[in-house]
């Protein structure tokens, strides 16, 4: 098994940043790759970014493109997201994932293990 936890989350007002941290731990060497995904209140989990463990090329949701960046320290089995001019439509639970599959993978029932969440709130 592979636990998440994620942290970092908070109010920020429009036009503002925070980052996102996510630690891995238990089986890690199953990741092929790590994610964030969010959820709005009343709406579906969303896919956010991706990037493989082995390096390569991250991949965005259109909506955070050019704003969001993922990144990872394999050595301290960590997952970063730094979200930069926030929205209020980027209000949210964020979440983070890890997938044993490769390829790009965008969809939440591609992701085999999940944190617990962190709530991201953007004022306007």
């Known amino acids: 098994q592979v636990q998440l936890i994620e942290s970092g989350g908070g109010l920020v007002q429009a036009g503002g940043s925070l980052r996102l941290s996510c630690a891995a731990s238990?089986?890690?060497?199953?990741?092929?790759?790590w994610g964030w995904f969010r959820q709005a209140p009343g709406k579906e989990r969303e896919f956010v970014a991706r990037?493989?463990?082995?390096?390569?090329?991250?991949f965005y949701a259109d909506s955070v493109k050019g704003r969001f960046t993922i990144s990872r320290v394999n050595a301290q089995n960590t997952v970063y997201l730094q979200m930069n001019s926030l929205e209020p439509e980027d209000t949210a639970i964020y979440y983070c994932a890890a997938t044993k599959y490769g390829g790009v993978r965008t969809n939440l029932n591609e992701y085999d293990y999940w944190g617990q969440g962190t709530q991201v709130t953007v004022s306007s």
């Open positions: 990037i493989p463990w082995n390096g390569g090329t991250s």
């Open positions: 238990g089986r890690t060497f199953r990741i092929n790759a």
